[in-house]
């Protein structure tokens, strides 16, 4: 396929003439060996954030933006999958497709809420002007049967006065009767008003039935928002409510914030009367190169996140018909207001077969491994000439090095990424193909990042022994 055939489609949405343009995508796609076997990834086009997550009749529901015909962010659609277990998914659906002018740029991020039997699913729509963007806010449902239909008209159509028109990516709860939306944003503090704003924000609406909204306010944050707050979503953990943020403009400090956009988590109480959120503990969620926007939901029995397997507009070293994905289904909990996250059981319920080590190198002939060190020791992960590293510095620091491989990834912003543990316990490390995930200590620490690499690797260490155990 010519590379301009793709591009000829960026500002497209999906008809049925371009079946034939996407079908032969997928089958390229199938011929990569990067795709991941056990992450959610694109069958075609570029895949960013996760949207509208469920557990709905009797299925976890995954919707999520998509540009179908590259892996580029052109005109966004909202994708649908289906799993009975979180580790099998359905054959990705064309689940929103701006084909409303009141959507014609794009159907952006949101959420899912189930009401009286059916999934309501709001997004922003996307609507730019010669004067900027009206922020305008949609709602489709979905029945049991899986159909999906559009309200006629947005259900929020306006901006808001010293606010942005960038102001999107609707979270609608429910507290004591009544229906929430939070809403990320910008204000303008300055003369200028154009572009994103000067100070992130959260927006807060209200209402009795889901499609009259009426504005309440600005919640309050004491913390750093930078210039613009995106998805937006709140969860209740071990009683406590946990909010998370995707800012821009963060400034990068020693250890944290260094990737071309953030994402924070903030543990404390949700106060909708007062409009503030009352912070007790606050922190970036992840360390490593590739993770933004998660979203958190209520699963079958617990609270579960995923988040976009990739940050901003990144430069790839692959030129392939697909991009990005989401991380593995996680379950989360707190300790002392720290938030703690894990793949949920499901997926750790795959590696079967296992190998324990006590030795100085290992070698991998597979894609798809967990390895668990309970020694702590720093170690590389390829061949001589392309390799990552995971290293253990004095002080508890715990570094991730991309510096050595041979397909490099956004250089522009570093290639190496760090944090702080107080101790060591273990660390879990899964590779499924180009996707990796590093937990510190069960969850304490997170580092999420991609690599381009071979599938034969070897595991070795410098300084130490290779203590633990190799599972596939």
């Not at 209520?298 to 990144?314: R, T």
Request: charged letters at 25%; one cysteine or more.
């Amino acid at each position: 396929m010519k590379k301009n055939s793709i591009e000829n489609h960026k500002e497209t949405f999906y008809q049925e003439k371009y079946e034939e343009l996407f079908q032969e995508l997928k089958a390229n796609v199938r011929k990569s060996t990067y795709v991941p076997e056990l992450h959610i990834s694109p069958e075609a086009g570029l895949m960013n954030d996760p949207n509208g997550l469920a557990y709905f009749n009797g299925k976890y529901h995954v919707f999520f933006q998509w540009y179908p015909f590259g892996a580029t962010h052109g005109l966004k659609h909202w994708g649908h999958t289906t799993s009975e277990n979180l580790v099998q998914w359905s054959e990705q659906e064309f689940a929103l497709i701006p084909d409303q002018e009141y959507e014609k740029n794009g159907c952006y991020s949101g959420n899912a809420f189930e009401y009286k039997g059916e999934l309501y699913l709001f997004y922003t729509a996307n609507y730019k002007t010669e004067h900027g963007k009206i922020p305008k806010q949609a709602i489709a449902v979905m029945n049991k049967a899986g159909e999906i239909k559009k309200f006629p008209e947005p259900i929020i159509s306006e901006g808001i006065e010293g606010l942005s028109g960038e102001l999107r990516d609707p979270f609608v709860f429910e507290r004591e009767g009544t229906f929430y939306m939070l809403l990320g944003g910008g204000m303008f503090e300055g003369a200028a008003r154009s572009g994103f704003g000067d100070k992130g924000v959260i927006v807060l609406y209200q209402s009795s039935d889901l499609f009259d909204w009426e504005y309440v306010g600005l919640l309050d944050l004491p913390i750093p928002t930078g210039y613009m707050l995106e998805c937006p979503s709140v969860v209740q953990i071990d009683g406590k409510d946990v909010l998370f943020l995707s800012p821009m403009g963060y400034e990068a400090e020693e250890k944290r914030f260094h990737n071309r956009f953030a994402t924070i988590y903030l543990v404390g109480h949700l106060d909708l009367e007062h409009l503030r959120f009352e912070v007790e503990h606050w922190d970036e969620m992840d360390a490593g190169f590739d993770f933004y926007a998660p979203q958190a939901f209520m699963g079958k029995n617990e609270p579960l996140l995923f988040g976009w397997f990739g940050c901003g507009e990144q430069e790839q070293p692959i030129q392939e018909n697909w991009q990005h994905g989401l991380t593995f289904p996680q379950k989360m909990w707190l300790e002392d207001n720290r938030l703690k996250r894990y793949p949920v059981s499901e997926i750790i319920e795959q590696f079967t077969e296992k190998k324990e080590m006590n030795t100085q190198e290992v070698r991998i002939d597979q894609a798809v491994y967990r390895l668990q060190l309970t020694a702590q020791t720093s170690i590389k992960v390829g061949k001589p000439d392309d390799y990552w590293e995971l290293l253990f510095r004095p002080q508890g620091e715990v570094t991730i090095s991309r510096e050595h491989l041979a397909k490099t990834i956004d250089e522009s912003y570093g290639m190496t990424r760090s944090t702080t543990i107080s101790t060591f316990d273990c660390v879990d490390i899964f590779v499924d193909h180009s996707f990796i995930e590093i937990y510190i200590n069960n969850g304490e620490r997170v580092f999420s990042f991609n690599v381009y690499q071979k599938k034969e690797a070897t595991i070795w260490s410098n300084d130490g022994i290779l203590e633990g155990t190799l599972y596939f």
